[in-house]
């Protein structure tokens, strides 16, 4: 369940009250969807985070943790928020980087048409782990950097 305004909804009923807000699930699973602020330390940050869950085995079976991050992958010439979504949809696993830098962008006021893209992630992170019928099972933040 997850609640829109004072409505409590099923995941069937919201995608059938917003069709086409959120894309299908899909069979291809991503364990960790990796979610950060691009650009200086929450990048470096963000591919260190990669690089050290790609190693990491999961099961008996020899397979390793499929992590997605947008740069290693997304497909060239693909629209880039709907890919995002679609990739978020099928993880079990949402894993926001809470930096300063991410926070501080957030914070800045530039009016009510300014989308940031990093906060609607989080958003959609929450309530994807609320809804029924989607993978994602836990929203684990990695809070990094000093607190002022």
Known sequence: MVQVGDIKLTAKEVLKRYPGVLPPA??????????????GRDSETAQAFYDAMLGMPIGD?????????????????????????????????VTPLVTPNALRRMMQQKGLNHQDNVLLEWMLALMLAKLDGFPVVRVMPIFSGSVS
């Open 26 to 39: 899909h069979q291809d699973l991503i364990h960790v969807f990796l979610s950060y602020r691009q650009g």
């Open 61 to 93: 079976h020899g397979d390793h943790v499929a992590v997605f991050w947008d740069v290693k992958s997304l497909r060239e010439g693909k629209q880039f928020a709907s890919s995002l979504m679609h990739a978020m949809v099928q993880a079990l696993v």
